[in-house]
């Protein structure tokens, strides 16, 4: 069983790695010219700016998980995690990745997306991970091993299959979504994996591993945050931003199904990508592909708040609400989650109005010009 000093370690040596990395890739990402070009009112930085840093992270997590298997796998190898699982979640992440240095490079179209999506989800559920239970709100839990199916010797259950396909879609689009300025998406996904590592110490049984993959896996992200904070000398790229929301969404199944408690993290950036969704399809605009600053983090910039202003705004609202639903139980989850919603319809009312008294003050001094 890993100790403190033992996830210090893990944890200094996955950031270390992942700095490293990270200058790395930003050197080769100008060498094979896959950058973000300032080319759209969308696009705030002023200058190219490479795209490969999700590599860094994913890189950084898969040296470390292979030295672990190859010299001490009973870290992490259990009866809670297979190796099965293991490989099943590190070739997810590695298509997750290509199939967005791909969209960087080559600007592949919605359909060509969700293939790698869907591909990386499937190849996750196959190896094993998936949710077999939710609590029920009045005590106990609900099991969703129903029609069961046999794939490689590995038991699949029909319904827990598909929430978890829902659930890890989600995830990876809406860490997508949220990757707009710098260090947002980098920053509030380290915070799901603290407060899913603080779960995981009081769930977490003896050598199940599962404390030890979020902690190599939230360092990994630190180490890539420092050259991602603003401003930023290197982004996520497509493929970064879509394996952060795999990882929550997993590392959240495997550390015993706390879905509310990720969702709680994610909360808001989750809502704020339903509602540009929403607002796309009355325009009958596509959903998941247009690109426009109808977003929270862009309407906090329209506000009057500095890049970063916005960014720890959303940092802490992450927070707080990751950190309420430490101490809650499902039913006060659940309510938290109503809290939530109004809290952001509250930011959207408020961002709303002063957006509007801005534009009102504009063409009062254009007025009197």
Not at 54 to 59: D, N, R
Not at 70 to 78: A, G, R
Not at 306 to 334: D, H, N
């Amino acid at each position: 069983m890993v100790n403190s000093l033992g996830y210090l370690l893990f944890l200094g040596a996955s950031l270390i790695g992942s700095y490293f990395l990270t200058l790395f890739f930003k050197k080769l990402s100008f060498k094979l010219k896959i950058l973000d070009y300032p080319n759209s009112d969308r696009k705030i930085h002023k200058k190219a700016t490479p795209l490969l840093g999700g590599w860094a992270i994913y890189l950084s997590f898969l040296f470390l998980i292979l030295l672990i298997l190859f010299f001490k796998k009973e870290l992490i190898i259990s009866e809670i995690i297979s190796l099965k699982n293991i490989i099943g979640i590190l070739m997810a992440g590695f298509l997750i990745m290509l199939g967005g240095t791909l969209d960087d490079k080559y600007n592949l179209s919605p359909g060509q997306q969700f293939f790698w999506i869907i591909l990386a989800t499937l190849i996750v559920i196959l190896s094993g991970v998936s949710v077999d239970f939710i609590t029920h709100p009045g005590g106990g839990v609900i099991s969703l091993r129903g029609l069961e199916m046999e794939f490689l010797g590995q038991s699949i259950y029909s319904l827990g299959a598909i929430i978890t396909f829902i659930w890890l879609f989600l995830m990876i689009n809406t860490t997508k979504l949220l990757d707009g300025l710098d260090g947002l998406a980098s920053g509030i996904t380290a915070i799901g994996m603290l407060i899913l590592f603080i779960v995981s110490l009081f769930w977490d049984q003896a050598q199940s591993g599962t404390s030890l993959l979020i902690v190599i896996f939230m360092g990994s992200i630190l180490g890539f945050l420092i050259l991602n904070f603003h401003p930023a000398q290197i982004f996520l790229g497509n493929g970064g931003s879509m394996l952060l929301g795999m990882m929550l969404g997993v590392l959240a199944i495997i550390s015993g199904a706390k879905i509310a408690t990720a969702l709680l993290v994610m909360g808001l950036p989750l809502l704020d990508m339903l509602w540009v969704i929403i607002q796309r399809i009355v325009k009958r605009e596509s959903p998941l592909r247009h690109a426009d600053r109808k977003h929270l983090h862009f309407k906090l910039l329209d506000a009057g708040f500095s890049k970063k202003q916005a960014v720890l705004f959303l940092y802490l609202a992450s927070f707080v609400f990751g950190l309420i639903a430490l101490f809650q139980s499902t039913v006060g989850k659940i309510f938290t989650i109503l809290i939530l919603i109004v809290f952001v319809s509250i930011i959207f009312y408020y961002i709303y109005r002063l957006q509007n008294k801005l534009s009102k003050t504009s063409i009062e001094i254009e007025e009197k010009k």
